[in-house]
C-alpha cells in the first residue's frame, strides 16, 4: 500500500481497476475539500488500498465507493459538477452497488439543502438538509454522541454490537500494539456485518452502526427526523437507518437502502468503532450486504403515487427502514459525552529537534542555569499515546516559529501525516496558520492555502490566534460588518465552520469599577486583585501573550463567531501552568456570548476542575496538557470523576 498524498494523489496510486486478490477494488471520490487523509490512512490501517476517483470511468472500475463530504452543501455540488461526476455518482448509487458517504457526503444524496439554496443535490433521497436551531445548544454539533437502531434489546443486531463493544474495549486495553488492534477491529466488523443463515434466505443483514458505541459529529446541518420532516419526506422513513439526538432535536444520523449507506457522522475519526464500521463495509461481499429490493422499495417510495406510510413499498418489517414501523414520537436519548482534549505545545528545542513542551504562564524553559525548554516528550509519540488512553481529540499547538521556512517543509506537516496514520480521532493544529512569505520563491502563501497543506496532512480543524484578534478589531472598526478578507471567512467558506477553531490568549484587567473598564465587558473575578479588587475585564493578547491590545474576550469571541469561527479555545494567562482549575468567571462570560462550542483551558490540576467547569461555566470541552503529560491525572481517572458526577463521557475506546 502505498500513500502518496502528500503530492495531491490518492493513496494507492491510480490504474487498472478491478480487485486486488480477493479484496476489492476501493475508490475515493475526493472533490479536494479537507482531511481526506485520515480516511485513506483508516482504510490503509485495515488492509486495503484505495484508489481515487479521476474520470467518469473511474465508478465503473469501482467495487467499493466512499466518498467524504466536508465544508458547504452547495460547494461540493457545484464542484462534483464541474468534475462531471454528478450522472456517474448518480448512477452508481441507483445501481445499488456499495456505496458510503460520510458527513456532507451523505447529505449529497438528498434533494438539496437550506444551506446552500438553489443547489441541487443527487436526488437519491427525498429530504432536504436544515440548520440546527441554536437557541438552547451549541452550533456546530461537535463531538461524540450515539445512533440509536430501533430493534429489540434481544435482536441479533443488539448482540452483535455487544460483541463490537467487547472487541473494542480489547482493543484499547491490549498491550500487543497495532496488530493487537487490527484484529480487534476485524473481529467488531465480522460481529457487525458477517452473513447469517437468515440472511442466505433473504432476509436484510445487520446494521454496519453499533448502538452502544460513540461516533464523532460536526456539522451544523442535519436531515431532521421529527413529525414535519416525516410529512413532507415520507420515502425518508424507509432510508432513516439510525437516529441522533442533540439538544431536543432528532436527526437521521445514517442512511440505508440496498448496498447505499451513509453516515452524518466520522467513522474515520471514531475511533475502534468507526475503525469497525469500515472494515464491515469493506469486507462484506455485496451480495451479503444487503438485499437489491431494499433500495428499490426505498426509491418507490419516493415515486408519485409510492406508498409513503409505515409499512409500505415492502412492508415495514426488515432491517432497513425500519424507523417506518414506530411513530413520529419515537425520540432516542440525547448521549452527546463530554469532550476531553489533550493539547501538546511543540516547539524546537535549542538542538533543532521538535519536542512537547508545556509553560508555566507562557514560559517553556527550565528554570535556573541553561534555560532550557522543557521537554516533555515527541509529539507523535504523544499523542499515540493518548489516542490509546482515551483522549477525545487530539489538539497540536506550533509556538515556533518557522517563518523562513518554505511551507512544503514545515515541521509540523510531518507530524501531522505521521500522526494521522494511526491516530483516529480529530486533530487540532494551531500556530502558524496565517499568510507566510516563501523565502525560496519571494511568493506570499495565503492562510487559506496554509491552512489547506494541513488538511491535506492530515489535521481536521485549524487554531487561528493572533490573525483572530486582529480580525476581529477590523470588525468593530468596521462597525460590526465582515468584509469577507480574513483569514478566518476564507477558511470558513472553503471547509466550513466547523474547521476553524479561534484560539485566545486573555488575561485579567482589574478595575475598581465598571467605569473604568472603558467599555469593555467585565465580570465578578474568580481571584480578587493585589488591591483587593473583585472586578476584571479580560484583556486579548497576540504573540504568544507578549502583546496586550485593546479588545477584550467578549468582543472577540463575538465578532469571530460572526466572521465564521466553528469553535472558541479559551486560553487564560493568569491560570496557566498553575493547576489551580479552570477561570470560571472567563468562560462562563464567553459562553454567555456565543452559540458556537466553547472549550476549556488553562489551570486544571485535578479531576475535580474538569468536573466544575462542566457545571459552572457549561463548556463544550476541556483541555489539559502538563497533568496528562507528566501523568500526574490520567485521562480515564477524568472520565471516570465526570461520569461519576453524572457527566456523559465516551467511556467505550
Known sequence: MTDKLADGTAAGGHGGGGSSGDKPAVYLLDYGAGNVRSLVNAVNHLGYDIKRIESAADFERAEKLIFPGVGAFGSCMERLEALGFVEPLRAYVRANRPFLGICVGMQCLCAGSDESPGVAGLG?????????????????????????????????????????????????????GEAASVSAETTAASSLSSPSSAQASGSPSPSLVNPLARYYFVHSFAVKADAAAWAASPGLRRWAHTLTTYGGETFVSSVRAGNVFGTQFHPEKSGAAGLALIAAFLGTPAAALSRAADLDAALRMQEPGGAGGAGGAGGAGGHH??????????????RLSRRIIACLDVRANDAGDLVVTKGDQYDVRERGEGRAVRNLGKPVELARRYYAEGADEVAFLNITSFRDCPLRDVPMLEVLRQTSRTVFVPLTIGGGIRALADPATGETVSALDVASEYFRSGADKVSIGSDAVEAAEAFWRRGGVARGDSAIEAIARAYGAQAVVVSVDPRRVYVGSAADARGHHV???DVPGPGGETLCWYQ??????????????????????ALGAGELLVNCMDRDGTNSGFEIALLDAVRRAVTIPVVASSGAGRVEHFGEVFERARVDAALAAGIFHRREVPIADVKAYLVAQGHMCRTEL
Do not use: Y
Request: with cysteine; glycine share 8%; net charge negative.
Open 124 to 176: 437519491v433521497i427525498d429530504a432536504r438538509v436544515a440548520r440546527f436551531a441554536d437557541g438552547d445548544k451549541a452550533v456546530p454539533h461537535m463531538g461524540w454522541n450515539g445512533a440509536a437502531l430501533p430493534v429489540p434489546a434481544s435482536s441479533s443486531v443488539s448482540a452483535s454490537a455487544s460483541a463490537s463493544a467487547s472487541a473494542g474495549e480489547a482493543a484499547s486495553s491490549s498491550s500487543s
Open 321 to 334: 427502514g425500519v424507523w417506518a414501523s414506530f411513530g413520529a414520537d419515537v425520540v432516542p436519548a440525547d
Open 523 to 525: 465580570v465578578e473575578c
Open 540 to 561: 486579548c493578547t497576540v504573540k504568544g501573550g507578549r502583546e496586550p491590545r485593546d479588545i477584550d474576550v467578549v468582543q472577540l469571541a463575538v465578532a469571530c463567531q
